[in-house]
């Protein structure tokens, strides 16, 4: 099991910058990916990006996010960022990180299995 705290969220104009924070403790020795999902009210947890250790390091985004958003992390699997550029109201939901003990398919939210408490972004026009 891996324990999963994020911060960072907050209240940001558009086009403005917030720098999310996963921090990763337990069993982090066989979590292969690590990602970042998104939930508007209303709306299904969607994915937004994802790193994975298999043989070298990937990385994934959604097309949504592309180019303005870029994750991050180390080996050691220990804190994973994701750096978010000229947000847009569309962009407001609670974030969430998640811990994979596959990664094969990093971009589907079954591919995870633990969770964090999700952290509030906010966007304003």
């Known amino acids: 099991q891996v324990r999963l705290v994020e911060s960072g969220g907050g209240l940001v104009q558009a086009g403005g910058s917030l720098r999310l924070s996963c921090a990763a403790s337990?069993?982090?020795?066989?979590?292969?990916?690590m990602g970042w999902f998104r939930q508007a009210p209303g709306k299904e947890r969607e994915f937004v990006a994802g790193?994975?250790?298999?043989?070298?390091?990937?990385?994934y985004y959604a097309d949504s996010v592309k180019g303005r958003f870029t994750i991050s992390g180390d080996n050691a699997k220990s804190t994973v960022y994701l750096q978010m550029n000229s947000l847009k109201p569309e962009d407001t939901a609670v974030y969430y990180c998640?811990?994979?003990?596959?990664?094969?398919?990093?971009?589907?939210?079954?591919?995870?299995?633990?969770w964090g408490q999700g952290t509030q972004v906010t966007v304003s026009s």
């Open positions: 790193i994975r250790w298999r043989v070298g390091i990937t990385y």
């Open positions: 998640a811990a994979s003990s596959n990664g094969w398919d990093t971009r589907s939210i079954h591919e995870y299995d633990d």
């Open positions: 337990g069993r982090t020795f066989n979590t292969y990916a």
